[in-house]
Nanobody, 119 residues
Framework: QLQLVESGGGLVQAGGSLRLSCAASGRTFTGYTMGWFRQAPGKEREFVAR????????NYADSVRGRFTISTDNAKTTVFLQMNSLKFEDTAVYYCASRAAYASTWSGWGQGTQVTVSS
């Protein structure tokens, strides 16, 4: 199982941008699907975006499509989430996770990084 560490969160005004990073510790994520999720206060954790280890087939939640972009680095050790045109409702703790090719569930959850968007 991958060990993942998120970074890049912070406080930003509505309409601004942030770039989150998720680093795999000690190995690459070759063969995994990588995903970003978020959890706002009082709400359940929700899917944001996912991408295959090769960088192909990005997929987004309707709420972020066209504003967020998920990508990977060439070394296959870091996944990024570029967030543009941020809205107040994007405020949440953002987590990354991995899913092995043979698995049906996500695992390797990081500790999360807080994103706060001020209106």
């Amino acid at each position: 199982q991958l060990q993942l560490v998120e970074s890049g969160g912070g406080l930003v005004q509505a309409g601004g941008s942030l770039r989150l990073s998720c680093a795999a510790s000690g190995r690459t994520f070759t063969g995994y699907t990588m995903g970003w999720f978020r959890q706002a206060p009082g709400k359940e954790r929700e899917f944001v975006a996912r991408i295959s280890w090769s960088g192909a087939n990005p997929n987004y939640a309707d709420s972020v499509r066209g504003r967020f972009t998920i990508s990977t680095d060439n070394a296959k050790t870091t996944v990024f989430l570029q967030m543009n045109s941020l809205k107040f409702e994007d405020t949440a703790v953002y987590y990354c996770a991995s899913r092995a090719a043979y698995a049906s569930t996500w695992s390797g959850w990081g500790q999360g990084t807080q994103v706060t968007v001020s209106s």
